[in-house]
């Protein structure tokens, strides 16, 4: 299973603890992916004698998203995962709806369990309480495992996260100063991972970790702590499959009456009416809305 540093890839063979060097062909890539980055965390590969990876193994799943460099490309975060975290603050930062719903979509379409965790809980005043406790509520509402913590006091928690990560490979992801290493630290008792400060200019973080890495925690716990991600391009969505990956859109998109409905603007839709209703909440169908167009156009609702 593959662990990437920034000029090679560590190699856990099969279950062995047993690390080795490798080094990726320059002519390698995967079949259909245009991806930056063709061989990723979490992968299973083939190794030769010589230190080359020969063969990368089909993924059961991935998180992808566009690159950041590239627009015609990928970058994909992390393959095989059984579990994605998506860390999520109200203020220092500030993670949005439309940021978080973009990851969650991307997750569903790539058929990656998600759950969130709200962090900093001991830094909010009440008014960040109240709203942090709203997008629980919402996101509990549509499905979504939440959970409420600070990662430097979360003991009450730290025996069911265990539990729910135990045997698992979980993607950590999350904007840069969300705590995603503070966490890694809080589950293992020790510093384990770099903790970067907050940036007093623009309240971000420093992206302490440049590199997607692998920690192996007591339980059979495997961590993939991702790079933290400014923004989430989605890949390769048909429009008209978008609406699937948001499942409380998704609930009433089957009740509209034609059949082709895009949601924006048609006579019966389902979809509009539940948003009128405060079925399905505004930011979620904004979210939609922007994935739709992939750009900043505005719809008006009914």
């Not at 063979?13 to 002519?27: E, H, L």
């Amino acid at each position: 299973m593959v662990e990437i540093p920034p000029e090679s890839v560590a190699v856990s063979v099969s279950q062995t603890p047993k690390i080795v060097s490798a080094d990726i062909k320059g002519n390698m890539r995967l079949q259909n992916i245009r991806s930056t980055n063709p061989v990723v965390v979490g992968d299973w590969v083939e190794v030769d004698e010589q230190g080359w990876i020969t063969e990368i193994y089909d993924r059961k799943n991935y998180i992808v998203r566009k690159s950041t460099n590239l627009s015609k490309q990928t970058h994909i975060l992390a393959a095989n995962i059984d579990l994605a975290i998506l860390m999520v603050t109200i203020t220092n930062p500030v993670t949005t709806t439309t940021f978080i719903d973009r990851f969650l979509a991307t997750a569903e379409a790539y058929e990656v369990p998600i759950c969130m965790i709200f962090n900093k809980i001991d830094l909010y005043n009440e008014a960040e309480k109240q709203q942090m406790q709203t997008l629980m509520d919402l996101y509990q509402k549509i499905g979504y495992t939440c959970y409420a913590l600070s990662c430097l006091d979360c003991e009450d928690l730290k025996g069911e996260l265990m539990a729910l990560l135990s045997h698992k490979i979980t993607l950590l992801s999350g904007h840069s100063g969300v705590g995603k290493s503070s966490f890694i630290n809080a589950l293992c008792g020790e510093t384990t991972a770099k903790v970067g400060d907050l940036s007093r200019v623009h309240h971000k973080g420093m992206h302490t970790t440049t590199f997607s890495q692998m920690y192996h925690l007591p339980n059979d716990i495997r961590i993939i702590d991702a790079p933290g991600i400014k923004g989430f391009g989605s890949v390769d969505m048909k429009k008209e499959e978008i609406t699937h990956y948001f499942k409380d859109i998704f609930q009433y998109a089957q009740q509209c009456r034609f059949s082709d409905c895009s949601h924006t603007h048609e006579a019966h839709c389902a979809v509009l009416q539940a948003v009128k209703n405060g079925d399905i909440a505004l930011s979620r169908y904004e979210s939609y809305l922007n994935m739709l167009t992939d750009e900043n156009e505005k719809y008006r609702i009914g």
